[in-house]
Nanobody, 125 residues
Framework: QVHLVESGGTSVQAGGSLRLSCKYS????????IGWFRQRPGKEREMVAV????????DYAAPVKGRFAISQDYAKTTVDLQMNNLRPEDTAMYYC??????????????????WGQGTQVTVSL
């Protein structure tokens, strides 16, 4: 069983930075993926950034590449999302998700077994 708790969401002005944190427990090598998704108003949930337990580079959605960075702190058991140069279109509920069955895509939300409760990010002009 994987337990995820997000924090760090708040309101910020465009161009600003924010760091989200996902505190996890129960996450293991066999979980395969852990990452961040978001759901913007009126939109479907989408991948933001994911990490792979079996190695390799993180995977980022095109709209956030170069602005966002995902990282894992094994000592603190957190997965953070550093968000820079925020735009109004980044306004969304951000969710931490973990564990997919081996061999399935880590980019697809419905493949994930565990989700946090979400943290709201609002970016204003």
């Amino acid at each position: 069983q994987v337990h995820l708790v997000e924090s760090g969401g708040t309101s910020v002005q465009a161009g600003g930075s924010l760091r989200l944190s996902c505190k996890y427990s129960g996450y293991t090598y066999e979980s395969n993926c852990i990452g961040w998704f978001r759901q913007r108003p009126g939109k479907e949930r989408e991948m933001v950034a994911v990490l792979y337990t079996r190695g390799g580079s993180p995977d980022y959605a095109a709209p956030v590449k170069g602005r966002f960075a995902i990282s894992q702190d094994y000592a603190k058991t957190t997965v953070d999302l550093q968000m820079n140069n925020l735009r109004p279109e980044d306004t969304a509920m951000y969710y931490c998700a973990a564990e997919v069955r081996y061999g399935t895509s880590c980019r697809v939300d419905y493949e994930y077994h565990y989700w946090g409760q979400g943290t709201q990010v609002t970016v204003s002009l």
